[in-house]
């Protein structure tokens, strides 16, 4: 019984650098699958993101637009995108704060096209405009990360009112709907602008 005592001891001995050797290693082969299963790469769609917004912000309209990606090339020419936001943009003022507020990664396509999206969406307070909501589309394609489409606008619209005959502000009451890659870019027809 002491024998078969000690041939355990020595087994267990001898096998637990086996073990640990064994766990280590698969530990190596399980973390980075569990980080990318957990990520799904959004880090990176996010990162992407944010540096086009850069891009916008700081008036390069035709760079953003070539860094762009197939979805937004092929529903919006690059001079519409240019002039639209050469239009509404610097209306807006420069950038004072921006927080993500969510995102939402849709991997079987996005308003039937195929593919992984991701569509950020953001706080943003820009000088001149307050409390606006601004949507990124971003669109996993050729391996990387392409944004394909932006939308912003007021994130609560004023309701309109009936004290003026001539008011002072246009308001809308249609509910901003982020972009898609089939539509591009959306900037609603009836922007809040004062007289």
Not at 143 to 152: E, L, N, P, S
């Amino acid at each position: 019984m002491f024998y078969n005592q000690i041939v355990r001891l020595l087994l267990s001995s001898m096998l637990l650098p086996v073990r640990l050797t064994l766990t280590v290693f698969l530990g190596f082969l399980v973390l980075p699958l569990a980080a990318w299963a957990d990520d799904d790469g959004v880090s990176d769609g996010l990162s992407a993101a944010r540096t086009w917004l850069s891009e916008i912000d700081s008036g390069k309209y035709d760079q953003s637009y070539t860094e762009a990606g197939s979805a937004l090339h092929d529903k919006v020419p690059q001079e519409t995108w240019v002039k639209v936001l050469n239009t509404e943009r610097p209306l807006l003022g420069k950038v004072m704060d921006r927080q993500e507020i969510s995102h939402t990664l849709h991997t079987d396509g996005l308003e039937g096209v195929n593919g992984t999206f991701l569509v950020v969406t953001y706080h943003t307070n820009f000088a001149a405009k307050q409390d606006e909501v601004e949507y990124v589309v971003v669109h996993h394609e050729f391996g990387g990360w392409r944004c394909v489409g932006y939308d912003f606008g007021p994130a609560n619209p004023p309701p309109a009112s009936d004290s003026d005959n001539q008011p002072s502000t246009t308001t809308t009451d249609q509910t901003l709907v982020p972009p898609t890659p089939t539509n591009g870019m959306v900037v609603p027809a009836n922007r809040t602008s004062d007289h």
